[in-house]
């Protein structure tokens, strides 16, 4: 189930990029769209059981990284993929939300 959820986020992404229109979010949003939506389908596989980590490698994967080389891999807004900080972001604001 969780392969067929990162399948699903990899093909969004790819759909993501070739679609470059004025409608389409900026680049930033669809990448915390994509792993916001990774994170919740770890978490959504997992219920109710409280999972004690993300898989980080996974999400990393999906987005296009090489393995241990987060800091220095750069995603398609210009951003690295360093996850300490992007995760204590992105797990900051969903927890705000009540996730």
Known sequence: MMEAAFTKATQRRKFISMTDSSSSPPANIAEFNLIVGLIFAQLYE???VL????DRDAIAKVMGVEPGMWAAHKLPSGRSFNWRTQFRGWSRKLHRCGW
């Open 46 to 48: 997992a219920f109710p």
């Open 51 to 54: 999972l004690p980590l993300i």
